[in-house]
């Protein structure tokens, strides 16, 4: 083992852990010796993962700056500062720009941009006391890159905002908190459901994937533990693409 592979006894949160990505993400870093809290919108099975990984389940919807706030000071005051944060919530819907209805287009951006914002500050606020600590948003291909044939203008957005949004955050906190993000390609979970059960979005999607073939949530688990590790001591700023060559072509 590598040392610097090591998170034993790190505390690490995930929102959006109890499915999907962060669910992998929960898993792997459990697995790497962390002690996991659970921050999803769906408490039920954010404690019944927790159960199985001796972690924590705290329950949160990441649209609420207040209760992102409360929770960190919560979490802080009980258990000291993070010294991981995975800021991996976040919603699809698809719709074409001349017809997305505003709500639509403002709820996408709420939970995918906004709620990364109001996570990364509550509890970076404790990190950056603490003077240490590695935080990891969940961003994706459609940051850089507009994929198709979905239409999806809200989601692309978002997701291109949390790559400044990555950059801005860790040239303030240099010398304190890294802060990086993991950019998935398309992943095997419930998020795209309805692109795989579409022959003609699925197979343009396998298309562009030189690896042909979708990622699975550990794939993308295992990257978000490098970043959060002292194995990546030296990285920050950076946006680290996970997607089978997508965006190489
Ligand atoms: N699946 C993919 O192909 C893919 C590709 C690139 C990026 N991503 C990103 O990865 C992240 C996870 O996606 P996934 O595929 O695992 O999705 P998922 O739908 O499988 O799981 C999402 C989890 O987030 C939780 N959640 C949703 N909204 C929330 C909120 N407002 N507050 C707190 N928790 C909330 C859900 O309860 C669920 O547990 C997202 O940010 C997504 O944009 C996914």
């Known amino acids: 083992m590598i040392r610097e592979f090591d998170l034993t ?3 690490a949160v995930v929102t959006g852990g109890a499915a999907g990505i962060g669910r992998a993400i929960a898993e792997v870093l459990a697995e790497g ?6 921050a999803d919108r769906n408490l039920a ?15 949160l919807d990441v649209t609420d700056a207040e209760a992102a706030e409360a929770a960190a000071a919560g979490l802080a005051r009980d258990h000291g500062a993070p010294a991981i944060l995975v800021n ?34 509550a509890f970076g606020r404790h990190m950056v006391a603490a003077g240490a600590g590695s935080v990891v948003n969940i961003s994706s291909i459609c ?3 507009a994929v198709h044939p979905q239409p999806q ?5 978002a997701k291109a905002g949390v790559n400044l949004l990555t950059r801005s ?21 419930e998020l795209t459901l309805l692109g795989r059960s579409k022959p003609e979005w699925f197979d343009t999607w396998l298309r562009g994937i030189p690896m042909g073939r979708l990622a699975d949530p550990r794939e993308i688990a295992l990257a978000v533990a490098f970043l959060a590790s002292d194995a990546a001591s030296y990285i920050t700023g950076t946006v680290l693409t996970a997607d089978g060559g997508y965006t190489a072509i």
């Open 33 to 38: 010796g962390a002690r996991v809290v659970i």
């Open 45 to 59: 099975a954010a404690t019944a993962l927790a159960a199985t990984l001796n972690g924590v389940a705290l329950a």
């Open 9 to 11: 006894g790190r505390l």
């Open 153 to 157: 203008a809200a989601y692309n957005a």
């Open 88 to 121: 991996n919530a976040g919603i699809v819907q698809n719709a074409p720009a001349l017809e997305v209805n505003l709500a639509d287009w403002r709820r996408v951006i709420e939970v995918n941009l906004h709620g990364v914002f109001h996570t990364a500050r």
């Open 169 to 189: 955050l860790a040239v303030e906190w240099a010398g304190k908190v890294r802060v990086n993000a993991v950019a998935p390609g398309y992943t095997a979970t």
């Open 143 to 145: 940051g850089e890159v």
